[in-house]
């Protein structure tokens, strides 16, 4: 077993990596959860049929090594880290994912199980063993509750997956115990702190710098401001990404719905920012942009209105999914990206928002897979 802090220190002396105390004293904990994840195994996935029944009355439960909550400020290398350990981690059924994209794969098959079970069904035990039979280690990639629905949810299916034997490791900018308060129904989402405080252990990860900052620029992909010059300029974007393919509307069918593409022309896609984050989209119809296109071409980005919060998460998890799935972003906007939010009005999740856009202007992002 190669653990993560060898394929660390190899990066180091490759210079891939610079080395950092505080990266590599969280290194030492992934490679102490490899060594126990190595030898353990939920009884969801011991052996069945009669030898497997009788097996689990007489033998003890096997206590699940605890999980891994990697809290810190943005671009630090939490989710390096967390890729490093997912690499490295010998476990066959492993998943990894942003936690956006989990959510809305849960609430899917969530709703699917909910008209299968009936009225009055109870389709939260069949999710829970369905993800444990997939999977009994779980990488979620920033981590975060944003309304009491997804906090309902959560709270009663990880209570599931815990008994089940399920091992998480995620990373978050936000503390535990900081998930989803001083909003409506936080007291409710107390018991799912609690839980997730037992399961997983917290450590803060306070690396010396902002490691996405700094990346070369040979091209502008955020044009200021929103003039005629900018929008030429991002037509030769669109007629150079296209490789002349013909433009056409296109049509994507996103669960059940349809998400209208009104410039697209190859592996390239183009929207007016309202037409993306100012309507009633969600991951699911991100994801589905993203999936689909490499590029993604965004017209008219206004500086934000602090009480127009709705339009500033859609960017938020736009952005989100643009990072996740590396598709190339080319904007025109008002001002530049540190600016159209204002400081004073910040919530700590723009801040994370700013590190991605801040790497996604690198001349070599969307051309080659992520490094991790």
């Known amino acids: 077993m190669n653990l993560p802090s060898a394929v660390y220190q190899e990066r180091v002396k490759a210079e891939t990596l610079k080395q950092d105390a505080a990266q590599q004293k969280i290194v030492f904990m992934l490679d102490q959860l490899c060594k126990s994840l190595a030898t353990y195994q939920p009884a969801v996935h011991s052996a069945g049929g009669m030898f497997g029944a009788l097996k689990s009355i007489w033998q003890k439960p096997i206590q699940p090594p605890k999980g891994l909550y990697l809290v810190g400020s943005v671009g630090r290398g939490k989710s390096m880290l967390m890729d490093l350990f997912y690499a490295q981690v010998p476990v066959q059924y492993k998943i990894r994912t942003h936690f956006h994209i989990f959510m809305q794969e849960t609430y899917k098959r969530f709703h699917v199980l909910k008209q299968q079970s009936g009225k009055g069904g109870d389709p939260i035990p069949t999710l829970a063993r369905e993800l444990a039979q997939k999977a009994w280690l779980l990488c979620f990639d920033e981590f975060q509750i944003n309304d009491i629905a997804d906090a309902v949810l959560l709270g009663r299916l990880f209570e599931q997956l815990f008994a089940l034997g399920v091992v998480v490791v995620a990373t978050s900018n936000v503390r535990i115990e900081n998930l989803f308060q001083n909003r409506p129904g936080a007291d409710a989402f107390k018991p799912f702190i609690k839980i997730l405080s ?46 002349g393919v013909p433009e056409k509307e296109e049509m994507l069918l996103v669960m059940g719905r349809k998400l209208n593409i009104p410039h697209a022309a190859g592996d390239v896609a183009r929207f007016k920012f309202a037409d993306l984050c100012d309507v009633a989209l969600g991951v699911g119809d991100y994801l589905a942009l993203a999936q689909r296109f490499k590029t993604i071409i965004l017209d008219d980005i206004p500086v934000f209105n602090p009480e127009n919060v709705n339009v500033i998460e859609r960017f938020t998890m736009l952005i989100d999914v643009l990072y996740e799935q590396n598709v190339k972003l080319y904007v025109s906007a008002e001002t530049d990206f540190e600016h159209i939010y204002r400081k004073e009005d910040r919530r700590s999740f723009f801040e994370r928002t700013i590190s991605r856009l801040n790497e996604m202007q690198g001349q070599n992002w969307g051309n080659v897979a992520r490094a991790v």
């Open 198 to 243: 037992q399961q997983m252990n917290e450590v803060e990860l306070n690396a010396a710098q902002d490691y996405r900052l700094g990346r070369s620029e040979n091209e502008q992909r955020w044009l200021i401001p929103c003039t005629m010059h900018n929008k030429e300029q991002l037509d030769h974007v669109f007629l150079r990404e296209s490789h």
